[in-house]
């Protein structure tokens, strides 16, 4: 048997690889991608939660709030359900790939199908005040220290510059401001100069002094940055989901070691 969790887990990375690969821009980049997949994943975890009343897994969302799961709930049922409909939600265009595995993986006769696209509809209205990633006209600050124009690429435009400030988030319980960079401090211009001198991009490491070349970027370095750092590439998506990616070897590891663990409880 198919664990319900992991299939849409499954479902939901690759809606992500497809979303930067069809042209359709639903929930692209690192923050609208980590977005969507807490979202899909906070409500396949209610869903299970609230189906199998298991007190060592407390609901995300005040479930008092949603009709109880009916006689008969299957978490199953309810998983899939509160996948699909997040998920279809996020990702509208890729509707006929979440109908086949939908008609496979769900059942729309349980009545934990019911209490699914609840707890779904419920995550989704809890975030309906996050902002998107465009940048609402935001312009650079001039100041020393402040972000500058990427010179090589003036018309980029900003991603998301007002998302970790407006958004409610999903764990945080106390928002922090960062305080001033310590511009003259001798620890931070070293640190700096080593951030500078390992991000460079490969071109242009010959321009680097020569008498901080022992500090270049080595070739392994060099790969294991672009491995850790790829954003929205076709074919791959973004970081969160190679994040999710190797939890999913994590959790699957372990459920093979115990095969009574609901993976619902690894994530």
């Not at 975030?127 to 010179?151: E, I, S």
Request: glycine residues 8%; contains cysteine; neutral net charge.
């Amino acid at each position: 048997m198919v664990d319900s969790i992991l299939l849409w887990n499954e479902v939901a990375l690759e809606a992500n690889r497809v979303s930067h690969t069809n042209g359709k821009n639903e929930e692209t980049g690192p923050v609208l991608s980590a977005r969507a997949l807490a979202i899909v994943h906070l409500a396949m975890y209610d869903a299970y939660a609230g189906v199998s009343k298991d007190p060592n897994l407390p609901p995300y969302l005040d479930l008092s709030r949603l009709p109880s799961p009916g006689v008969g709930a299957k978490v199953d049922a309810a998983v899939a359900a509160a996948a699909y409909t997040t998920l279809l939600k996020l990702f509208p265009s890729q509707k006929s790939a979440f109908d086949l595995i939908f008609a496979e993986a769900g059942d729309i006769s349980n009545a934990g199908h019911d209490f699914g696209v609840k707890v779904a509809e419920a995550i989704l209205d809890d975030r309906k005040t996050d902002p998107g990633a465009g940048d609402d006209g935001y312009k650079p600050l001039l100041q020393r220290g402040k972000h500058r124009v990427d010179p090589d690429n003036p018309g980029q435009g900003f991603y998301a510059p007002f998302f970790g400030e407006k958004s409610k988030g999903f764990a945080i319980t106390k928002r922090h401001k960062l305080a001033p960079p310590p511009l003259d401090n001798s620890d931070y211009l070293q640190a700096l100069r080593e951030v500078r001198v390992k991000g460079i991009a490969p071109e242009l490491m010959g321009t680097l002094p020569e008498n901080i070349d022992r500090r270049k970027r080595s070739i392994d370095e060099t790969l294991i940055g672009i491995f850790w750092a790829y954003d929205g590439a076709a074919e791959l998506g973004t970081p969160p989901r190679l994040y999710n990616q190797i939890v999913r070897r994590v959790a699957i590891a372990k459920k093979i070691h115990q095969p009574k663990t609901p993976a619902c409880s690894l994530w």
